[in-house]
């Protein structure tokens, strides 16, 4: 079956950088598109990022546009989201997703990890 697993996660002041990482198995890496989402307590899971197959276009939400990267290693079968300039309100649990399309922001993808906390102090 497919597993995804988020690993990375953790405290960071304001300024300062992370990365995620979210090994993938069970399923064809290169032909899948891959994402992360993020969510807070009492809100729904939104959209952070998300990059079609190996070499693909990327698209990101407007909150991190410039600060994050998603890119993907097809040898490790391992996707990454690199933050910078972390901000307060980045803190989140993150999670990984994957889908054979991946075309929709909504939290519809069919595979998700487990989530990683991420928490930005000023």
């Known amino acids: 079956q497919v597993q995804l697993v988020e690993s990375g996660g953790g405290s960071v002041q304001a300024g300062g950088s992370l990365r995620l990482s979210c090994a993938a198995s069970?399923?064809?890496?290169?032909?899948?598109?891959m994402g992360w989402f993020r969510q807070v307590p009492g809100k729904e899971r939104e959209f952070v990022a998300r990059?079609?197959?190996?070499?693909?276009?990327?698209y990101y939400a407007d909150s991190v546009k410039g600060r994050f990267t998603i890119f993907r290693d097809g040898a490790k079968n391992t996707v990454y989201l690199q933050m910078n300039s972390l901000k307060p309100e980045d803190t989140a649990v993150y999670y990984c997703?994957?889908?054979?399309?991946?075309?929709?922001?909504?939290?519809?993808?069919?595979?998700w990890g487990q989530g990683t906390q991420v928490t930005v102090s000023s």
């Open positions: 990059m079609y197959r190996i070499g693909g276009s990327t």
């Open positions: 997703a994957s889908d054979r399309l991946g075309l929709t922001t909504t939290p519809t993808w069919a595979y």
């Open positions: 069970g399923l064809t890496f290169s032909t899948y598109a």
